[in-house]
């Protein structure tokens, strides 16, 4: 089966810290691709940050950064500096065939306190 | 303002209607995807197109529901007698033709079947 897991439902994190999501897969396929998801409330997603599983480098996109261990089939996503207006729900993604649809997982409600 | 367009934003039906969606995709990209979201989950895979050509439809989308994308262009979603189970967000994403590429989603269709 191809999955995309996130367990956390939600989260919260103090403003300026650092705070990391969780996020596993499971799949069959020797090349695929993760990305990570930010959906405000009421508005668009919006693609955060994008991972090549070839690439064995982590990707960094200013603040956000991810984990990605390729044998635990781990994709985690680090919001550094978090900002008020990181707060949204987060949905780990994976394109995991060559039909190019995104599996998702069931998406994480970030929460930035002032 | 060239993102990816979905009309209507809201719609409310009665039970056993019919419903159709439109959406128009960012105007050099190929692919079109649609997604359904329920609440609290993450977007499920409905189906996608390259170009006018259907490539794939999900168990999800049931004889009920049809897709089209006429000319390559804009694509419809039709839901016939509307069940209360189909309420949801439908999302629509468009890409480039690599897997690879970043989805591009709309700010979506909320459905509400009473």
């Known amino acids: 089966a191809q999955t995309v897991t996130q367990s956390q439902p939600e989260m919260s994190v103090q403003e300026a810290e650092t705070v990391t999501l969780s996020c596993t897969y499971d799949?069959?396929?020797?090349?695929?691709?993760l990305f990570w998801y930010k959906q405000p409330p009421s508005r668009q997603m919006i693609l955060v940050i994008r991972?090549?599983?070839?690439?064995?480098q982590n990707a960094t996109e200013n603040r956000f950064s991810v984990n990605f261990q390729k044998a635990a089939k781990s994709f985690s996503l680090k919001i550094s500096d978090s900002q008020l207006g990181d707060t949204a729900m987060y949905f780990c993604?994976?394109?995991?065939?060559?039909?190019?649809?995104?599996?998702f997982g069931k998406g994480i409600t970030l929460s930035v306190r002032p | 303002d060239t993102g990816v367009s979905q009309d209507p934003r809201h719609k409310i039906t009665k039970r056993g209607q019919n419903v159709t969606f439109r959406c128009d995709p960012i105007?050099?990209?190929?692919?079109l995807y649609w997604y359904r979201q329920t609440l609290g989950q993450g977007p499920e895979f409905l189906t996608y197109?390259?170009?006018?050509?259907?490539?794939?439809k999900s168990r999800l989308l049931s004889d009920r529901f049809s897709a089209e994308r006429p000319k390559g262009s804009f694509s419809t979603l039709e839901i016939q007698r509307t069940e209360q189970g189909d309420s949801a967000m439908y999302l629509c994403?468009?890409?480039?033709?690599?897997?690879?590429?970043?989805?591009?989603f709309g700010p979506g269709t909320r459905l509400t079947v009473l």
């Open positions: 994403a468009s890409s480039l033709r690599q897997v690879y590429n970043e989805q591009f």
């Open positions: 799949t069959s396929e020797s090349n695929y691709y």
């Open positions: 991972q090549e599983a070839y690439k064995q």
């Open positions: 993604a994976a394109v995991l065939g060559t039909n190019s649809k995104l599996t």
């Open positions: 105007s050099e990209h190929n692919r």
């Open positions: 197109f390259q170009n006018e050509a259907q490539l794939e």
